[in-house]
């Protein structure tokens, strides 16, 4: 391998080689802890081990904290990419709001931390990459080509035979919230709505599931990737937790993605199932699309967004709204797209959108007091925005939705479901039931035949808070 020796004394120092390397799954076991994946539709799937760097951020500033904190990172940078896909980026998350990462299972979880992984594995279309990122005074050029060289060589001889894990299987599962508490809870939180106090407030739930078998982490992720190529996976573990958490998911809704001065974001609200036929199917999404409950619930989510992000933009086009179907739910789904009227950093965009009343409500504040009055756990990243940063300000951004987080032997699921004015309780019941499947389907082992109905009746294991 060439060495390119540099004159000047960077503190980041970034080398990317192309590889030989099995599939994803083994060098993602290989690989040491903290480990990220990023694997967004139609790009490159990103598997991150260790932390070259990390950046964290606290209270109300989280947003401002993370950005001057990559800003230095990037700032003078000795970087030799081979490859767009392979650039350094820095992935990580934010809490959905200051002090949701208080209790379990979210204690190893800052309210924001990225991280540029000191090995990342990038597969790509144009081949597999390897990049080593070094930071710091003792980062130098020559120490990274010979850590490149070393890590290629490992990677490539890393045993790839193992067969795939079985799903785990659930023991026992436990809702924090009763059916008589949600029924309670959406019925304060729509007089609220009648009343005109709010105009939306999204509810959610969340489910401890005490899995039969370790959390197969790599093969599940392969799983959500096979059923979900058309959202954004994520997956994340926080620095030095001995308990092995990790928080993973396969959202359809996108925040934001910003390359230079061009936006592209969704709004995606209004929810219906899957049929049992094509004709099923088409019947429902027709439903969906007429159905003036759902269509309010969603305009005022695409309208905000637009609203937004009008302080940033030249131009913003909203698409036609038309139905997203996903292996177990369909959703209304507005594109927006915007340019920008200067250069920006993704991160100030994230900040405005966040949280949208996709995921939120409105207006935002009393949403938000609504939510914490309301729910009997703590948000922690779910419906956050989870994503990357790159040097340029460039980065994507997914809503952490169709999630949980995972230690060997349990998870916990969050779902949620936004309220108007004519929402039944029972209904959305069902609908939050639908939005475990995703993460519930890789849990359950379905070759026996248990639990196979966890997520929508009330299967004998599952217990209420009551
Ligand atoms: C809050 C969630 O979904 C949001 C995104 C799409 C559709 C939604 C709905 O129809 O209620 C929610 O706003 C979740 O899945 O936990």
């Given at each position: 391998?060439?060495?390119?020796?540099?004159?000047?004394?960077?503190?980041?120092?970034?080398?990317?080689?192309?590889?030989?390397?099995?599939?994803?799954?083994?060098?993602?076991?290989?690989?040491?802890?903290?480990?990220?994946?990023?694997?967004?539709?139609?790009?490159?799937?990103?598997?991150?081990?260790?932390?070259?760097?990390?950046?964290?951020?606290?209270?109300?500033?989280?947003?401002?904290?993370?950005?001057?904190?990559?800003?230095?990172?990037?700032?003078?940078?000795?970087?030799?990419?081979?490859?767009?896909?392979a650039r350094p980026r820095v992935f990580g998350g934010f809490a959905f709001h200051v002090g949701s990462c208080d209790g379990d299972p979210w204690k190893p979880f800052p309210e924001a931390r990225f991280v540029l992984p000191r090995v990342q594995v990038t597969f790509a279309d144009n081949g597999i990459w390897l990049t080593v990122n070094a930071i710091g005074a003792n980062a130098s050029v020559d120490d990274v080509e010979d850590r490149l060289e070393a890590e290629a060589e490992r990677i490539s001889g890393i045993d790839a035979t193992a067969e795939r894990?079985?799903?785990?299987?659930?023991?026992?599962?436990?809702?924090?919230?009763?059916?008589?508490?949600?029924?309670?809870?959406?019925?304060?939180?729509?007089?609220?709505?009648?009343?005109?106090?709010?105009?939306?407030?999204v509810l959610a739930q969340a489910l401890e599931a005490e899995l039969s078998a370790p959390f197969p982490r790599a093969a599940t992720l392969e799983r959500l990737a096979e059923k979900y190529p058309d959202c954004h996976r994520y997956y994340f573990e926080p620095d030095g937790d001995d308990r092995g958490s990790a928080f993973f998911g396969a959202t359809p809704e996108r925040l934001v993605a910003l390359r230079g001065r061009t936006v592209e974001t969704d709004a995606l609200a209004g929810t219906t199932g899957r049929g049992e036929t094509p004709e099923e199917d088409e019947w429902l999404s027709r439903e969906l699309l007429d159905d003036a409950k759902n269509v309010h619930e969603h305009q005022l989510v695409a309208e905000t967004v637009c609203d937004q992000l009008k302080p940033f933009a030249a131009s913003i086009s909203a698409g036609d709204r038309r139905v997203r179907r996903l292996a177990t739910v369909q959703h209304l789904h507005t594109p927006i797209t915007a340019e920008l009227d200067d250069d920006r950093h993704v991160l100030e965009?994230?900040?405005?959108?966040?949280?949208?009343?996709?995921?939120?409500?409105?207006?935002?504040?009393?949403?938000?007091?609504?939510?914490?009055?309301?729910?009997?756990?703590?948000?922690?990243?779910?419906?956050?925005?989870?994503?990357?940063?790159?040097?340029?300000?460039?980065?994507?951004?997914?809503?952490?939705?169709?999630s949980a987080v995972a230690r060997p032997r349990r998870a916990t699921l969050f779902a949620g479901v936004g309220l108007v004015?004519?929402?039944?309780?029972?209904?959305?019941?069902?609908?939050?039931?639908?939005?475990?499947r995703p993460i519930l389907d890789e849990l359950e082992d379905v070759s026996d035949g248990r639990g196979e109905n966890l997520g929508t009746a009330e299967a004998a294991e599952v217990t209420d808070d009551t």
């Open positions: 391998m060439e060495r390119a020796r540099s004159t000047s004394s960077p503190s980041l120092v970034s080398r990317t080689v192309e590889i030989d390397a099995p599939a994803f799954a083994a060098v993602f076991d290989a690989l040491p802890a903290p480990r990220t994946t990023w694997n967004a539709p139609d790009d490159a799937l990103v598997l991150g081990s260790g932390a070259a760097a990390t950046l964290t951020g606290r209270g109300a500033d989280r947003f401002a904290d993370v950005r001057t904190a990559a800003t230095d990172l990037f700032d003078s940078g000795d970087v030799h990419a081979g490859t767009e896909a894990p079985a799903r785990p299987g659930i023991i026992a599962s436990h809702r924090t919230t009763s059916r008589e508490a949600w029924r309670t809870g959406v019925e304060a939180a729509v007089d609220r709505i009648r009343g005109g106090d709010l105009q939306k407030v965009l994230v900040e405005a959108l966040h949280p949208t009343p996709a995921v939120g409500g409105l207006p935002p504040d009393r949403a938000l007091d609504t939510i914490r009055e309301a729910e009997p756990f703590d948000r922690g990243w779910y419906a956050a925005p989870v994503g990357w940063i790159d040097a340029a300000g460039n980065g994507a951004f997914a809503v952490a939705i169709r004015a004519d929402s039944d309780p029972d209904r959305e019941w069902d609908e939050v039931q639908l939005k475990y």
